[in-house]
């Protein structure tokens, strides 16, 4: 049996879906980590303690571990683990993307270069450091702009400016941010803020699988909720979009010459691109599947998962086809309204109860301290409905969200819990 190391960090919810499809394709499954998930507790000879931020520390140990336990295929499930994969994969002699590849994909900057250099249609750009001062760095912009860190995801940091004032509150916010992580004294592009022309227009998500460098469209997701800024927080993701044939065409087309201009050719992609009456415009490109919860509302030729798919692409096995199946499909990132501590979320049940809503997974605990966007990193819970027209699923989504009130507290210096309130 083929033996699969999944590296998975604490925040992520993709472990279960890729356990489930582990047991069904057939793979041995072991998960790495800085904690055992909790749907891991009962089988602890099933999880490897790893730092998937240290690959001087990660690499050693899994080589050591792969003694033992010969391993096929090591997979990432967010940009940070997929950059590690491909250098574990590369140190155990395993097929997969390569290293420069994947960073590529994980640092927008590097992206926008390699996209130029290529021909993609891409916004003036520019990298300043951290440690530059933004009122010396407004004469070189255009506005409207927006402010992104290099490495960051979920549109954490990513902030639209429209004039100095804005852009020098922005710069120092986004700063302010990136001197929380662990990475920002010794990793440079910790330390620097992309700055480019904002891209009026829709925007799409494209899932793809890529087999021996030839690009496999999955779902492509329409975003009814204008994201316009000042933030850039995601909500609603409708599956299949309602784009005309030949825009959801150009749009495949786009994501797959970005993937090669990157050099990806193996495994999942994940892409974000932008629509005008200018042209097609790809804002993100990952090397990995969709995050979140997102994959669930998807189910590809005889029932495979999403999951299922990149685990026998990765094994290098027959893949069903690529052909969505059921009725049309959505999911809400339940946005955190404010931030403070979840006391509870009321009107869960009232959620449930609206037509067409399949699952609704509230991921925040309470007690928890919420932190929005642009500098929180996750959301408060998913919204999974279908329907039989994507309007129908939108309309669901809606509706199940205005049933929801979330109630909070807010805390004092001294950490106190001070006023609940409802939001």
């Excluded at 590369?90 to 992206?111: C, F, P, R, Y």
């Excluded at 200018?278 to 998807?298: F, P, Q, T, Y």
């Excluded at 809503?357 to 999974?384: D, H, M």
Aim: proline share 7%.
């Amino acid at each position: 049996m083929a033996h699969l190391l999944l590296l998975l960090p604490s925040m992520s919810y993709r472990g279960e879906a890729f356990l489930e499809a582990a047991s069904k394709v057939g793979v041995s499954l072991t998960i790495a980590g800085d904690a055992p998930p909790e749907f891991l507790e009962q089988s602890p000879e099933n999880f490897l303690i790893l730092d998937l931020h240290n690959p001087d520390t990660a690499i050693p140990a899994v080589m050591t571990y792969a003694k033992d336990s010969p391993l096929d295929v090591v997979l990432g499930v967010n940009d940070q683990t997929a950059v590690l994969a491909s250098t574990l994969s590369e140190a155990l002699g395993l097929s997969a993307n390569s290293i420069d590849s994947v960073q590529a994909a994980s640092n927008k900057h590097t992206m926008r270069k390699l996209l130029q250099t290529e021909g993609l249609p891409c916004p003036n750009f520019m990298v300043v450091s951290v440690d530059e001062m933004p009122a010396e760095v407004v004469p070189h912009v255009t506005f409207p702009c927006v402010l992104k860190p290099l490495t960051l995801s979920g549109s954490c940091g990513v902030i639209r400016a429209d004039d100095q004032e804005s852009f020098q509150q922005a710069f120092h916010r986004i700063a302010s941010l990136l001197k929380t992580f662990p990475s920002f004294e010794h990793d440079a592009a910790s330390r620097q803020i992309l700055i480019e022309d904002f891209i009026p227009g829709i925007e799409v998500a494209l899932e793809g699988l890529l087999t021996k460098s030839a690009f496999h469209p999955l779902a492509l997701f329409d975003k009814p909720d204008p994201l316009d800024g000042p933030y850039f927080e995601e909500t609603i993701y409708i599956t299949p979009s309602r784009l005309p044939s030949d825009t959801q065409r150009r749009i495949t087309e786009s994501l797959a010459k970005a993937a090669r201009a990157i050099g990806l050719r193996e495994g999942p992609v994940h892409g974000e691109l932008r629509i005008n009456d200018h042209d097609i415009w790809v804002i993100e490109v990952a090397a990995r599947s969709i995050g979140g919860k997102c994959s669930r509302m998807l189910e590809f030729g005889t029932g495979r998962s999403l999951e299922e798919l990149i685990l026998l692409q990765a094994l290098g096995q027959e893949l069903p086809s690529f052909d969505l199946t059921g009725r049309a499909g959505g999911v809400m990132m339940i946005p955190i309204p404010q931030k403070g501590m979840l006391v509870r979320v009321e009107g869960q049940d009232a959620a449930q109860r609206v037509r067409g809503v399949e699952e609704l997974v509230i991921t925040a605990k309470p007690g928890e301290s919420l932190i929005p966007l642009p500098e929180g990193k996750r959301y408060l819970g998913f919204i999974l409905a279908r329907g039989t027209r994507p309007e129908e699923v939108e309309d669901t989504l809606r509706k199940a969200h205005q049933q929801l009130t979330v109630v909070m507290s807010s805390q004092d210096s001294t950490g106190d819990h001070a006023e609940v309130f409802r939001v």
